[in-house]
């Protein structure tokens, strides 16, 4: 159900969006599409409104499995790359004069540190599918260097996740565990408190700086009344 309402959510989009024959000028909403970076050939997005969290056969939340859509935009380079590539393999060329692009969907299980790329599907400009990869692609996440380009754009994607646990949660059709719940509600006291604490530091840093200057304008003064005497 929810891959299903994550076509229908990249189907919308795009067809709200102006027809285009190439992806550099294509335009994603940037409420439900969240940018993590751009090479010189491809731009990657995922859907913030359609992550979520696996969920077991009792209807409890599993925190560890993510699942996530991804966009991928291409530039005419890149474009011509994929049609070169799949002319080389032979493989059938039908509609990719109008090739944008490429949907992918993630599933993440965060406790191995694992990424399956379980689809890969190409796309023209209308969303439609011109092929689709199913053969699934496991990767490590600790083998990916700090420069990969799929490692930063896996990290970008692990990074929203955990500053958004509770909107995943609410996309998420399950319950939490009684466990994970108290976690989360440990977690949330202790962002508060840390942001009090913060909060608290910011004010003595502001009001010394007032002091500071009040002190530095008192003596500029008592200096400039000694002079004109």
């Known amino acids: 159900?929810?891959?299903?309402?994550?076509?229908?959510?990249?189907?919308?989009?795009?067809?709200?969006?102006?027809?285009?024959?190439?992806?550099?000028?294509?335009?994603?909403?940037?409420?439900?599409?969240?940018?993590?970076?751009?090479t010189s050939r491809v731009?990657?997005?995922?859907?913030?409104?359609?992550?979520?969290?696996?969920?077991?056969?009792?209807?409890?939340?599993?925190?560890n499995t993510l699942f996530v859509t991804t966009i991928s935009t291409y530039d005419n380079l890149q474009i011509d790359d994929v049609v070169s590539k799949r002319r080389w393999k032979e493989l059938p060329l039908d509609g990719y004069e109008d090739l944008v692009g490429s949907v992918?969907?993630?599933?993440?299980?965060?406790?191995?540190?694992?990424?399956?790329?379980?689809?890969?599907?190409?796309?023209?400009?209308?969303?439609?599918?011109?092929?689709?990869?199913?053969?699934?692609?496991?990767?490590?996440?600790?083998?990916?260097?700090?420069?990969?380009?799929?490692?930063?754009?896996?990290?970008?994607?692990?990074?929203?996740?955990?500053?958004?646990?509770?909107?995943?949660i609410a996309n998420t059709n399950g319950e939490l565990s009684k466990e994970d719940l108290q976690k989360l509600e440990k977690a949330k006291k202790e962002a508060e408190e840390a942001e009090k604490k913060a909060e608290k530091e910011r004010k003595k840093a502001e009001k010394e700086k007032k002091k500071a200057e009040k002190n530095n304008k008192d003596n500029n003064d008592s200096k400039d009344s000694k002079d004109s005497k």
């Open 43 to 63: 731009s990657y997005y995922f859907n913030m409104k359609d992550m979520h969290y696996g969920v077991d056969d009792k209807g409890i939340i599993d925190m």
């Open 104 to 168: 992918g969907y993630l599933t993440f299980n965060l406790a191995e540190g694992t990424v399956n790329v379980t689809k890969h599907i190409d796309v023209n400009s209308q969303m439609e599918p011109l092929d689709e990869d199913t053969s699934g692609r496991l990767i490590k996440l600790d083998s990916l260097s700090d420069k990969n380009v799929e490692g930063i754009f896996f990290r970008g994607i692990l990074e929203y996740a955990s500053s958004n646990t509770e909107k995943i």
């Open 1 to 38: 159900m929810k891959r299903k309402f994550a076509g229908l959510l990249i189907a919308c989009a795009f067809a709200l969006s102006p027809q285009v024959s190439n992806a550099s000028s294509m335009e994603l909403p940037q409420d439900t599409y969240y940018w993590v970076q751009s």
